[in-house]
């Protein structure tokens, strides 16, 4: 009867991977991503949980690491972005946290860039988490905000506690990319603490600047 179930959970889990590798596909083809100001060197960028579907816009995959929580849902897609050639880091700030962060700075290391979704896994949102600014901290690489919108009706919000953004077929979206923040080798946690606080200030000044600025971007 156990072995029928594990059977069963299999087959769904594999159908769901399938189903979500042929709409990724599908959509990479489909969407558009006018992307402004995209960096010329390496970066680690950081991005809100609920934009997780601008790691479309990346220029070379091939170089680019994403880091993806390592719970059953996080399995889901990391197993399904491959399809894009997009690889991953599995941990968060609850599970693999630290094993996570060292694979992380070693990919940098490498010559690789990374991109992390800073209130995640599970929020709360809008509320940058200190691993960004250790990570950027020990490898000496740049973080680069990253704000994403579109006016499209396709671009749809779910009713998810971080809102997230779901771009369907032909949809037209901006991505802007904030100028490189370099963190400082030493830091004490009080001063960690404040850089997650610039660093959520320049996301959302970022964010309003693209909302408010949305076609002049697009036309550029």
Known sequence: MANGRKLKERIQLWSLIKLLKLFFLTEQHLLKIKSVNYPKEQFIFSMWHCHQCLTYGVKDKSTFYALISASNDGEIIAKAAECLNIKSVRGSSKRRGVAASLELIEKLK????????????????????????????????????????????????????????????????????????????????????????????????????????????LKK
């Open 110 to 217: 490498e010559g690789n860039s990374v991109g992390i979704m800073v209130d995640g896994p599970r929020g709360p949102r809008g509320k940058v988490k200190d691993g960004i600014i250790n990570i950027s901290k020990i490898s000496g690489v740049p973080i680069i905000p990253v704000a994403w919108h579109s006016k499209s009706k396709l671009f749809f919000e779910l009713n998810t506690w971080d809102k997230f953004k779901v771009p369907i077929g032909p949809c037209q979206t901006v991505a802007l990319y904030g100028d490189p923040i370099h963190i400082p080798a030493e830091l004490t946690k009080e001063e960690t603490q404040e850089w997650c606080k610039k660093i959520e200030s320049e996301m959302n000044r970022l964010q309003k600047n693209l909302e408010e600025n949305y076609d002049e971007y």
